[in-house]
């Protein structure tokens, strides 16, 4: 063994040790990576239990949703494990969803017999309308829904109830169930649930209590028997009418994320799960279940990482002490969430993009009565009314308000006309905070789903989107270089993306070339503004207001070749599978050049130049296009959810990743990823970019993003620490070892072993709260 290689396993032996000593290793990569977002969005919200809210409901209820549709053969069988409870506070609330069999009169024939039985009819709007028709009916502090073809225990809903009861800051709770046949009979020797059969080959379905994978890799093991406490429906909402056949572990997955989702603390099975022919699970190759399910997980980490952004507020008082007291709490947990105070800020909200962008809009008062008058809030905001301390609230709201909340710890709560209006009472600052937080994404996103859905038909063929932030002379230059294009100018448009509201120059240039470049059409080149500061978000802001068929990106120190955008329309055309499309980038040097910059160190400054002569589909993460010329379809843009606004440049944030990770889930929707060298840009840095800090900067970010990468399951890692780590010890061992190097290789060897101490130190504090999780799990 070589002097190098004993120092380098010197290096690696205590951290084996360490390892091996907490037993860290047995906690898998995805659960780290969901626990990790967890905690930092409690860091942001500083609250993570919501037993506190209270909502109009009737206490110790349990609503029961039986949505059917032609079940005649089994719903006699599920109804009647209903009525068999020992558990007597409950109401079923049976949805005929529009049924040509003689479910409708067995449904209400029990409702004649038990007056806990209601029954609605409606026309078929399948699964998921029947779900949501029952739930907007229930009344209950409980909530669970149940299919036609199962069957609850005798002591299921008495189980589940005491369970939440022990556990107050549970929002959901799952247990553990057994499957049955057509015949009714146990189901043995199945090949369904065959990895959490206990004992192998039996009935008994014993499912993970750790539901910290469930969001990571596409496996529902919540089941069918669960409970959840109607507060859940209050700020999550309707299942999404979109994910038919996924609809349960698309909310199962939204609870995890925003709520505290854990396994029952029992784990006898208290539910009977039916396989059968006509059953959704069993058709799942003809309903393509299994293939909708990828997309949505997709989406699913767009949602986690939308989550973890900002929110927009506008905070408005009546005046009254009381109500000016509370108001200032909520700007200053604002301010400590690092939220965005829009009155700080000169930007019209109802200018602002449509999509990515969560937008509140709250009126504190002690005056009940405005629950009453329309507010005078922007029109796109969610309008919130916060009423401080009254102890009497009116059982009426115009349908204007979103939502109603009190901070009264001791009024009856009305329930208000509107569908989860309210009244809302909270009276921690934190808790109403996080409960609007939730409730807003939930309804920003559902607004997304529908935009995929049903994207607007494209008014030109390609939307240009220029991020810039506080770039002048150069921004004026790129658009020039995109005004001057050979591609039709009808068939394109211009979208400036000011990252910095507070800066009016970006508004003047374009202003400018709107006059001398675009005179024809000045239409053709707009101005929107991003106040969340990020190239993620700014990128996002240009996909919500582009209406083009595909965006391209340019940087606003680039400069785009004159064919640009016809060679990139040319390879759409010609490969119309493309989901991501990435041109060559050429680095114009300063001249003069600084003597130490080597060959070699141009990508360093955003050069990309493919090692192929023409247009190339690649596979391979690391072959991925990256940079300021990048262009994807909007349709494939909305269906993985935009930029992970976790990653990119922010301010003096040099981390990327942001491209490799959407070309990397567009790939995952069945798109390819291609090289297209003839779509040529320069790239323009300023020359004061041109320094060994920045190369610094740049080298350390890169593999900072490489690492957080990895560790958010973005790109491959190691199977296990050591050799997820195994390049960065080999930085660091050479860097220690080797002496007579040239100046610059000792620099460039100094950069890494800076950049290796950050990376452990980071790595150090996931392995300690890693080895916290897995004793809390031991126990």
């Not at 599920?78 to 068999?84: E, F, M, P, R």
């Not at 916060?386 to 349908?399: C, R």
């Not at 807003?440 to 038909?457: F, T």
């Not at 240009?464 to 506080?470: K, S």
Request: charged share 25%.
């Amino acid at each position: 063994m070589s002097a190098e290689q004993i120092f380098r396993e010197r290096l690696r032996r205590p951290l084996g040790r360490w390892l091996r000593a907490r037993g860290v290793l047995p906690l898998s990569w995805p659960a780290l990576a969901f626990d990790t977002y967890k905690r930092e969005r409690l860091k942001v919200l500083r609250c993570s239990d919501l037993s506190g809210l209270r909502w109009p409901c009737q206490p110790d209820l349990v609503s029961i949703v039986l949505p059917v549709y032609n079940g005649a053969t089994f719903v006699r069988e599920a109804v009647d494990s209903i009525l068999g409870q020992t558990y007597p506070d409950w109401e079923l609330i049976a949805v005929d969803d529009g049924s040509t069999d003689a479910t409708p009169q067995i449904l209400d024939d029990y409702a004649a017999r038990d007056s806990r039985v209601r029954v609605i009819h409606q026309p078929n709007q399948r699964l998921v309308g029947a779900l949501n028709t029952g739930f907007r009916a229930a009344t209950g502090e409980f909530l669970t829904w149940t299919s036609a073809d199962n069957r609850f225990k005798p002591d299921y809903l008495a189980r589940m109830v005491d369970c939440l009861r022990r556990h107050p800051e549970w929002d959901m709770a799952y247990a553990n169930m057994d499957i049955i046949g057509e015949d009714g009979q146990p189901l043995v020797n199945s090949g369904w649930y065959s990895g959490y059969q206990i004992p192998p080959g039996s009935e008994h379905i014993a499912l993970p209590v750790d539901p910290s994978e469930l969001n990571m890799v596409a496996n529902n093991y919540v089941g069918a028997a669960f409970m959840y406490s109607n507060r859940v429906y209050y700020l999550l909402g309707d299942y999404s009418p979109l994910r038919f056949g996924a609809e349960d572990y698309d909310y199962w997955m939204r609870v995890n994320a925003l709520f505290t989702l854990c396994h029952a603390d029992f784990a006898e099975q208290v539910y009977e799960y039916r396989f059968h022919s006509t059953s959704l699970t069993a058709r799942d190759e003809e309903l393509g279940i299994s293939r909708r399910r990828e997309a949505l997980m997709v989406f699913e980490d767009a949602r986690r990482d939308f989550y973890q952004t900002p929110l927009a507020w506008v905070i408005t008082d009546s005046g009254e002490p009381q109500a000016r007291a509370l108001a200032d709490q909520l700007r200053a947990w604002v301010k400590a969430a690092k939220h965005i105070l829009l009155d700080q800020i000169p930007l019209d909200p109802e200018g602002a993009h449509r999509l990515w962008f969560p937008f509140a809009a709250v009126r504190v008062t002690a005056d009940p009565g405005e629950a009453g008058i329309t507010p005078e809030l922007p029109e796109r905001a969610c309008k919130v009314l916060v009423v401080a301390g009254a102890n009497s609230l009116p059982g009426e709201a115009v349908p204007s308000w979103d939502m109603c909340i009190t901070t009264s710890t001791s009024a009856p709560l009305p329930r208000l006309n509107q569908p989860r209006q309210g009244w809302l009472a909270v009276s921690n600052v934190a808790a109403l905070c996080t409960a609007i937080d939730i409730r807003v994404k939930s309804a920003h996103l559902a607004q997304l789903e529908a935009e995929i859905a049903n994207p607007p038909p494209p008014a030109v063929k390609i939307s240009v989107v220029i991020c810039t932030y506080r770039r002048g002379p150069q921004l004026a230059d790129a658009i020039r270089s995109v005004a001057q294009q050979t591609f039709p100018a009808e068939d394109y448009e211009v979208i400036i993306v000011n990252n910095d509201p507070l800066d009016a120059s970006s508004g003047q240039i374009v202003d400018e070339l709107r006059r001398s470049e675009f005179a024809d059409r000045p239409d053709r080149l707009r101005l929107i503004a991003c106040p969340f500061m990020g190239l993620s978000f700014a990128r996002n802001a240009g996909i919500a207001e582009a209406c083009g068929q595909v965006i391209s990106f340019l940087d606003d120190d680039a400069l785009a070749f004159p064919d640009w955008l016809a060679q990139i329309w040319r390879t759409f055309e010609g490969y119309p599978q493309a989901g991501v499309v990435g041109g060559k980038i050429l680095l114009r040097m300063p001249d003069p050049c600084p003597k130490w910059l080597k060959p070699g160190w141009e990508p360093l400054w955003g050069q990309f130049i493919p090692p192929y002569s023409g247009m190339t589909p690649v596979k391979g993460w690391w072959e991925f296009p990256w940079g300021g010329n990048w262009s994807a379809p909007r349709r494939a843009l909305l269906e993985m959810g935009g930029f992970r606004m976790g990653y990119g440049r922010r301010g003096a944030d040099f981390c990327g990743g942001e491209e490799i990770i959407a070309a990397s889930l567009i790939q995952r929707l069945g798109y390819a990823i291609a090289v297209a060298p003839q779509a040529q840009i320069y790239h323009t840095p300023s020359a004061d970019r041109y320094t060994l800090k920045y190369v610094r900067k740049t080298i350390h970010a890169s593999k900072l993003s490489e690492y957080k990468l990895q560790i958010n399951q973005y790109i491959p890692g190691g199977p296990d620490l050591l050799s997820l780590k195994k390049q960065w010890w080999d930085h660091l061992a050479k860097a220690m070892f080797h002496r007579g190097l040239t100046f610059y290789r000792r620099m460039e060897h100094w950069i890494y072993v800076r950049e290796v101490s950050q990376v452990m130190r980071r790595l150090r504090a996931d392995l300690h709260e890693r080895a916290r999780l897995y004793k809390s799990a031991s126990r």
